[in-house]
């Protein structure tokens, strides 16, 4: 599984030699490949009024394109905000709770990355052809279905080293900008141009992982909020900035912004060192794991996606019989 | 009929092809197949409509709804066959008398005596007297002895003390079908009770003095309260327009001390559409996630389903934290009623929610009190109009509060999917008939097997592992949170979507629980044998050996192979709208449904109706619980690559 950005076809439909035999090189002769691009066929086709576009049928013959929307930016905040105040709002009744969530779209985005990730994993694992995933800029829906597949695809990236593997290979050093993405949340006035949940999307389509697989987790529902937390606000440098790029460099010039920490490696702690500490680790761990080798396909047909309520109720209702059922199965299956 | 083919109906796999038969009490089909004759075996009783499709060039559709839920899409070759066919089920789904009804046939080789111990399996004396009744404030009453007062209610009724024969025979003179307040549940800390009864024929500005006076006996009846709650539980719009058909409700001028209260759930006729709406959305092909919620959210499913828990609520608080006892009513007093009193009585009563507990609520408020089983459900050919998933709404109230309180209830998911499926089934006699004078009347106890007995021979499947009796959770009143709760209320895909395998998890936590509980305890059984052991070895040593004393090892390795991780699923349809490559030659079969075949072996575990020497229900149901201990589990998927044909990718 490969990813990137768009090709830069642009309105002369470029093309690009190094670019094709950059894919070319992957494909053994005769093979096929798949790109995904997560956007509209026609996004894709007005992305090359502005400099970008989509690989040309001709100059890779090889790979065939498929197109799968995923909502990004602007209009996933939105969804974002939309769902929070939904869930906050006493007023509602009955009568109006399932459309009011309809309208918020966000469990619909839950269907689509899902439905995405498993058609690259279904790519790779039933077609046993190799997958291109890009959007526009690759760093957001791109990484939301790399990230996926893998999970869906690789026993070890559900463990919970290979996990915070994972995140750190396919989001951090991938270049999610954290940063922009992970401002100010769904409470804020701000309304920020560059804010957008992708990475709580992908946490909570692992969360309906977890909830279709109980025991193929090595990880449980507390680590994921702890992770969702870390990304907008943390003690820890691990969600720090925009790529390994700002990571690193010195805060002078380059237009960075002059609170941007530098040097996050030296002046920061690890949130994987910290969580992986053993006293802190036992409380991440789920106690029905049991590995499992295979893949793991989910369902996602309307009725095996839920809301999320242990995180969009978390400060509203008491998770006391919850808790009470989840310490009785730390209690029966935990290994005492 | 042979080279039928049986659709899936979620997936366009290839159909089945097998051969249909149609016997007495079943309809089956049967896979062919090399090794494994898959079978799918349906209850004529559990037919609910049959409709034939188009004919298309592949054959004649049949479209198999049934109670349960359970869809089947058949495709017969000939038009002749599938119209013999469809005639057939339809007279077979709706018999005439109740002699033709399979529990008048099934035959599970029990003797006589067993039988009969069956029956009294759950005795409703036994249980009134656990509530505490009789006592100072409750006597049992036999003015029904002969049915002779009212036809629809038992023989023995608990009434308060000072209601005499008089009083009682009076006040149901003035109630619609004659249904008098009688005790539904006493609390006897703090003497508060729930009555039930029908509306009173009020109409305007009637009035009956001896019904007044049995009101003013069930007030007495609690000394604790100066006042009686009376819950209609119709909308008010409905109760006021019974008013001008001679019936109505109570009069707070006319009934001393009563506080009236309204509290709205929907008639048969809004409930029986409101399935309907949301069954169809169950069967959309491939919906999106708007289809769904606004579909659901139309059918008005999950709001009726609260409007049964927020009555129940309101009655459990009024008797637990007010100390006030209700006298509750609908119109007949027998639907709306019989939901909202054990709602109540399930809260209030933590018995309720062990397994016992739960058939003696059933058989309290729906059996004894004469819940129209026969006309709800359909036991023998009736009007339509009567027909209405009243039971199931009150089971789905019970799934609604597990998901909310998991350690609360001794019993599992299974159970109550169980005591659907056999309300409707008619293979035991405890749902037929409309009334005890009707059963009686059949001799059912004589005839036929009860449900209870066989579930509770079963229990251990029906068992929640999070349960224990001293858990907080177990303890006392259960207080779900009232508002805000909407998002509380889930659509239950473990009952509407009960057969359709792709939507469930193939790892039930449950069953692994409790295989984990069950050999812990046999651990510990063993550890105690062997401590006795000890301790017996070291007195009669003396002084000779030094015995190390074994270490109280809680081993990890409790041998449970994680052979619920073995069965490989299979990638549904994620995309269908695509062009590409050929895919890759299709496989000739599923080698994971080879693995949900009912042998004896893997049913033992899971679903125990299903025996296959005895009768078989229905085939390929909830097989996703294993054995851990590797006993009776099913063959184990070796590689990821099960030979599945690709079906993402549309030719």
Same mark, same amino acid.
């Given at each position: 599984?490969?990813?990137?950005?768009?090709?830069?076809?642009?309105?002369?439909?470029?093309?690009?030699?190094?670019?094709?035999?950059?894919?070319?090189?992957?494909?053994?002769?005769?093979?096929?490949?798949?790109?995904?691009?997560?956007?509209?066929?026609?996004?894709?086709?007005?992305?090359?009024?502005?400099?970008?576009?989509?690989?040309?049928?001709?100059?890779?013959?090889?790979?065939?394109?498929?197109?799968?929307?995923?909502?990004?930016?602007?209009?996933?905040?939105?969804?974002?905000?939309?769902?929070?105040?939904?869930?906050?709002?006493?007023?509602?009744?009955?009568?109006?709770?399932?459309?009011?969530?309809?309208?918020?779209?966000?469990?619909?985005?839950?269907?689509?990355?899902?439905?995405?990730?498993?058609?690259?994993?279904?790519?790779?694992?039933?077609?046993?052809?190799?997958?291109?995933?890009?959007?526009?800029?690759?760093?957001?829906?791109?990484?939301?279905?790399?990230?996926?597949?893998?999970?869906?695809?690789?026993?070890?990236?559900?463990?919970?080293?290979?996990?915070?593997?994972?995140?750190?290979?396919?989001?951090?050093?991938?270049?999610?900008?954290?940063?922009?993405?992970?401002?100010?949340?769904?409470?804020?006035?701000?309304?920020?141009?560059?804010?957008?949940?992708?990475?709580?999307?992908?946490?909570?389509?692992?969360?309906?992982? @977890?909830? =279709?697989?109980?025991?193929? &987790?090595? /990880?449980?529902?507390?680590?994921?909020?702890?992770?969702? +937390?870390? %990304?907008? !606000?943390?003690?820890?440098?691990?969600?720090?900035?925009?790529?390994?790029?700002?990571?690193?460099?010195?805060?002078?010039?380059?237009?960075?912004?002059?609170?941007?920490?530098?040097?996050?490696?030296?002046?920061?702690?690890?949130?994987?060192?910290?969580?992986?500490?053993?006293?802190?680790?036992?409380?991440?761990?789920?106690?029905?794991?049991?590995?499992?080798?295979?893949?793991?396909?989910?369902?996602?047909?309307?009725? @095996?996606? =839920?809301?999320?309520?242990? &995180?969009? /109720?978390?400060?509203?209702?008491?998770?006391?019989?919850? +808790?009470? %059922?989840? !310490?009785?199965?730390?209690?029966?299956?935990?290994?005492? | 009929?042979?080279?039928?083919?049986?659709?899936?109906?979620?997936?366009?796999?290839?159909?089945?092809?097998?051969?249909?038969?149609?016997?007495?009490?079943?309809?089956?089909?049967?896979?062919?197949?090399?090794?494994?004759?898959?079978?799918?075996?349906?209850?004529?009783?559990?037919?609910?409509?049959?409709?034939?499709?188009?004919?298309?060039?592949?054959?004649?559709?049949?479209?198999?709804?049934?109670?349960?839920?359970?869809?089947?899409?058949?495709?017969?070759?000939?038009?002749?066959?599938?119209?013999?066919?469809?005639?057939?089920?339809?007279?077979?789904?709706?018999?005439?008398?109740?002699?033709?009804?399979?529990?008048?046939?099934?035959?599970?080789?029990?003797?006589?005596?067993?039988?009969?111990?069956?029956?009294?399996?759950?005795?409703?004396?036994?249980?009134?007297?656990?509530?505490?009744?009789?006592?100072?404030?409750?006597?049992?009453?036999?003015?029904?002895?002969?049915?002779?007062?009212?036809?629809?209610?038992?023989?023995?009724?608990?009434?308060?003390?000072?209601?005499?024969?008089?009083?009682?025979?009076?006040?149901?003179?003035?109630?619609?079908?004659?249904?008098?307040?009688?005790?539904?549940?006493?609390?006897?800390?703090?003497?508060?009770?729930?009555?039930?009864?029908?509306?009173?024929?009020?109409?305007?500005?009637?009035?009956?003095?001896?019904?007044?006076?049995?009101?003013?006996?069930?007030?007495?009846?609690?000394?604790?309260?100066?006042?009686?709650?009376?819950?209609?539980?119709?909308?008010?719009?409905?109760?006021?327009?019974?008013?001008?058909?001679?019936?109505?409700?109570?009069?707070?001028?006319?009934?001393?001390?009563?506080?009236?209260?309204?509290?709205?759930?929907?008639?048969?006729?809004?409930?029986?559409?409101?399935?309907?709406?949301?069954?169809?959305?169950?069967?959309?092909?491939?919906?999106?996630?708007?289809?769904?919620?606004?579909?659901?959210?139309?059918?008005?499913?999950?709001?009726?389903?609260?409007?049964?828990?927020?009555?129940?609520?309101?009655?459990?608080?009024?008797?637990?934290?007010?100390?006030?006892?209700?006298?509750?009513?609908?119109?007949?007093?027998?639907?709306?009623?019989?939901?909202?009193?054990?709602?109540?009585?399930?809260?209030?009563?933590?018995?309720?929610?062990?397994?016992?507990?739960?058939?003696?609520?059933?058989?309290?408020?729906?059996?004894?009190?004469?819940?129209?089983?026969?006309?709800?459900?359909?036991?023998?050919?009736?009007?339509?109009?009567?027909?209405?998933?009243?039971?199931?709404?009150?089971?789905?109230?019970?799934?609604?509060?597990?998901?909310?309180?998991?350690?609360?209830?001794?019993?599992?998911?299974?159970?109550?999917?169980?005591?659907?499926?056999?309300?409707?089934?008619?293979?035991?006699?405890?749902?037929?008939?409309?009334?005890?004078?009707?059963?009686?009347?059949?001799?059912?106890?004589?005839?036929?097997?009860?449900?209870?007995?066989?579930?509770?021979?079963?229990?251990?499947?029906?068992?929640?592992?999070?349960?224990?009796?001293?858990?907080?959770?177990?303890?006392?009143?259960?207080?779900?949170?009232?508002?805000?709760?909407?998002?509380?209320?889930?659509?239950?895909?473990?009952?509407?979507?009960?057969?359709?395998?792709?939507?469930?998890?193939?790892?039930?936590?449950?069953?692994?629980?409790?295989?984990?509980?069950?050999?812990?305890?046999?651990?510990?059984?063993?550890?105690?044998?062997?401590?006795?052991?000890?301790?017996?070895?070291?007195?009669?040593?003396?002084?000779?050996?030094?015995?190390?004393?074994?270490?109280?090892?809680?081993?990890?390795?409790?041998?449970?192979?994680?052979?619920?991780?073995?069965?490989?699923?299979?990638?549904?349809?994620?995309?269908?709208?695509?062009?590409?490559?050929?895919?890759?030659?299709?496989?000739?079969?599923?080698?994971?449904?080879?693995?949900?075949?009912?042998?004896?072996?893997?049913?033992?575990?899971?679903?125990?109706?299903?025996?296959?020497?005895?009768?078989?229900?229905?085939?390929?149901?909830?097989?996703?619980?294993?054995?851990?201990?590797?006993?009776?589990?099913?063959?184990?998927?070796?590689?990821?690559?099960?030979?599945?044909?690709?079906?993402?990718?549309?030719?």
């Amino acid at each position: 599984m490969l990813r990137s950005s768009q090709p830069l076809t642009g309105p002369n439909r470029k093309r690009c030699r190094e670019d094709e035999m950059l894919l070319g090189t992957v494909l053994d002769e005769g093979e096929r490949g798949f790109i995904i691009d997560t956007r509209s066929a026609q996004a894709a086709k007005q992305a090359r009024m502005m400099g970008g576009g989509t690989e040309p049928k001709s100059a890779y013959l090889q790979w065939k394109r498929l197109h799968r929307p995923l909502e990004r930016g602007r209009l996933l905040q939105e969804s974002f905000i939309k769902l929070v105040e939904a869930c906050n709002d006493t007023s509602i009744n009955m009568d109006r709770w399932l459309s009011r969530l309809e309208s918020c779209r966000w469990l619909s985005h839950v269907k689509a990355a899902l439905s995405t990730a498993c058609l690259a994993a279904q790519c790779m694992d039933r077609e046993e052809a190799s997958v291109l995933v890009h959007g526009a800029e690759g760093t957001d829906t791109t990484l939301l279905v790399t990230a996926l597949a893998q999970v869906i695809l690789d026993p070890s990236c559900r463990t919970l080293m290979g996990f915070q593997g994972l995140l750190e290979r396919e989001w951090v050093e991938a270049g999610h900008p954290f940063h922009l993405r992970c401002a100010r949340s769904a409470y804020s006035h701000a309304r920020l141009k560059q804010e957008a949940p992708l990475f709580l999307l992908f946490l909570d389509c692992v969360w309906q992982l @977890s909830r =279709q697989f109980p025991f193929s &987790l090595e /990880f449980s529902e507390r680590l994921l909020l702890t992770l969702f +937390d870390n %990304a907008y !606000a943390s003690a820890y440098g691990t969600f720090l900035c925009n790529n390994e790029k700002e990571r690193r460099v010195r805060g002078q010039g380059r237009a960075q912004p002059s609170w941007c920490l530098c040097k996050v490696k030296e002046n920061t702690h690890s949130l994987w060192a910290w969580l992986n500490q053993p006293g802190e680790k036992k409380k991440y761990l789920n106690p029905l794991y049991s590995h499992n080798a295979l893949v793991i396909w989910p369902s996602v047909e309307p009725q @095996s996606i =839920q809301l999320w309520q242990g &995180l969009f /109720f978390r400060w509203i209702r008491s998770s006391q019989y919850l +808790d009470e %059922a989840w !310490a009785e199965i730390q209690r029966l299956a935990g290994g005492s | 009929v042979e080279n039928v083919r049986l659709l899936d109906r979620l997936s366009s796999r290839k159909a089945a092809l097998g051969t249909l038969y149609l016997t007495a009490t079943h309809v089956i089909f049967v896979e062919n197949g090399s090794e494994t004759r898959k079978e799918t075996w349906v209850l004529h009783s559990q037919i609910s409509s049959v409709e034939k499709q188009a004919t298309t060039a592949t054959g004649c559709p049949l479209l198999i709804r049934c109670k349960n839920f359970q869809v089947i899409q058949l495709v017969i070759p000939q038009e002749r066959d599938c119209h013999d066919v469809y005639i057939s089920l339809i007279r077979l789904a709706r018999p005439v008398k109740y002699e033709e009804l399979y529990c008048f046939s099934f035959n599970p080789k029990l003797d006589k005596e067993e039988r009969e111990q069956g029956w009294k399996l759950v005795n409703l004396n036994e249980e009134y007297n656990r509530m505490g009744v009789p006592n100072n404030y409750w006597q049992i009453s036999d003015v029904n002895r002969d049915y002779g007062v009212c036809d629809s209610y038992p023989t023995e009724v608990y009434v308060p003390k000072s209601a005499t024969a008089h009083i009682i025979v009076g006040s149901s003179k003035f109630r619609s079908r004659r249904r008098f307040p009688a005790l539904s549940y006493y609390c006897k800390d703090n003497n508060a009770s729930i009555c039930r009864s029908s509306q009173p024929l009020s109409g305007f500005s009637a009035r009956c003095l001896e019904d007044e006076q049995m009101l003013q006996a069930i007030r007495k009846a609690n000394p604790g309260s100066d006042f009686l709650y009376v819950v209609d539980t119709r909308p008010k719009l409905n109760a006021m327009a019974n008013r001008a058909a001679g019936k109505g409700y109570e009069n707070e001028d006319n009934y001393s001390n009563i506080k009236f209260q309204f509290i709205g759930i929907e008639n048969i006729h809004v409930m029986r559409n409101s399935l309907q709406k949301m069954l169809e959305v169950c069967e959309l092909k491939s919906p999106s996630m708007s289809d769904f919620l606004w579909g659901l959210e139309n059918s008005g499913w999950l709001k009726h389903i609260k409007a049964i828990m927020d009555a129940g609520i309101f009655i459990a608080k009024a008797v637990a934290e007010e100390g006030v006892s209700v006298l509750v009513h609908c119109s007949d007093g027998w639907d709306r009623t019989a939901q909202v009193c054990s709602v109540a009585s399930l809260l209030l009563d933590p018995y309720y929610r062990t397994m016992k507990g739960f058939m003696v609520l059933i058989e309290k408020d729906w059996v004894s009190f004469g819940h129209k089983f026969n006309h709800r459900y359909g036991n023998l050919d009736g009007d339509p109009k009567e027909i209405s998933p009243v039971i199931d709404q009150f089971i789905e109230c019970v799934w609604q509060l597990m998901e909310q309180f998991p350690c609360a209830f001794e019993f599992n998911e299974r159970f109550l999917i169980h005591i659907q499926h056999h309300i409707y089934s008619c293979q035991f006699g405890n749902f037929l008939c409309n009334s005890q004078k009707e059963r009686r009347e059949l001799k059912i106890q004589e005839r036929t097997y009860s449900l209870w007995a066989h579930l509770w021979k079963h229990r251990a499947d029906y068992l929640n592992p999070l349960y224990r009796s001293d858990h907080s959770q177990t303890q006392g009143t259960l207080r779900p949170q009232m508002a805000p709760c909407n998002f509380l209320y889930k659509f239950w895909s473990g009952m509407y979507n009960r057969f359709e395998k792709g939507l469930h998890p193939r790892q039930s936590v449950t069953d692994y629980l409790m295989a984990v509980k069950e050999e812990s305890q046999q651990l510990e059984e063993e550890l105690e044998v062997l401590r006795e052991r000890l301790a017996n070895l070291q007195k009669s040593q003396l002084n000779d050996n030094k015995v190390k004393s074994k270490q109280d090892d809680r081993s990890k390795h409790l041998g449970l192979s994680t052979s619920n991780n073995s069965l490989a699923n299979t990638p549904q349809e994620y995309s269908n709208d695509l062009k590409s490559f050929p895919s890759r030659s299709p496989s000739q079969g599923d080698e994971e449904d080879s693995a949900l075949i009912l042998t004896q072996d893997n049913l033992k575990s899971s679903d125990p109706d299903l025996s296959a020497n005895s009768d078989q229900e229905s085939g390929v149901e909830d097989l996703s619980c294993r054995s851990p201990s590797g006993g009776g589990c099913l063959p184990s998927e070796d590689s990821g690559k099960d030979s599945d044909e690709a079906v993402f990718l549309a030719a």
